[in-house]
């Protein structure tokens, strides 16, 4: 059964700094693309970042870029972080993790879906 359980989340100054974990089980973790997702209160749900450690992308929508790194460690097997700095009030959403059955980044939708984690922002 594939899991993905988010952590991490809190309230934080604009300004500051969190690192969300995404914990993957239950599927071969390099052979999926790993992405973070999410939602502010009342819209929609926008992808945010996402990696593939087989083929070596990451992507970033532009309202993150500079600001947010996706990364995974080679001494934490199945484990993906979202290092957000410099946050900012419109960064405030419940922050998702998710797989798809791709290597790739682009292209085919995410499969799999995380409980999510709250970040608040307060400015």
């Known amino acids: 059964e594939v899991q993905l359980v988010e952590s991490g989340g809190g309230l934080v100054q604009a300004g500051g700094s969190l690192t969300l974990s995404c914990a993957a089980s239950?599927?071969?973790?390099?052979?999926?693309?790993i992405g973070w997702f999410r939602q502010p209160p009342g819209k929609g749900r926008e992808e945010v970042s996402c990696i593939s450690s087989t083929v070596g992308d990451t992507t970033y929508v532009d309202s993150v870029k500079g600001r947010f790194t996706i990364f995974t460690v080679n001494t934490a097997k199945n484990m993906v972080y979202l290092q957000m700095n410099n946050l900012k009030a419109e960064d405030t959403a419940i922050y998702y993790c998710a797989a798809k059955f791709s290597s790739w980044c682009r292209g085919s939708d995410f499969t799999s879906w995380g409980q999510g984690t709250q970040v608040t922002v307060s400015s």
């Open positions: 239950g599927f071969t973790f390099d052979e999926r693309a």
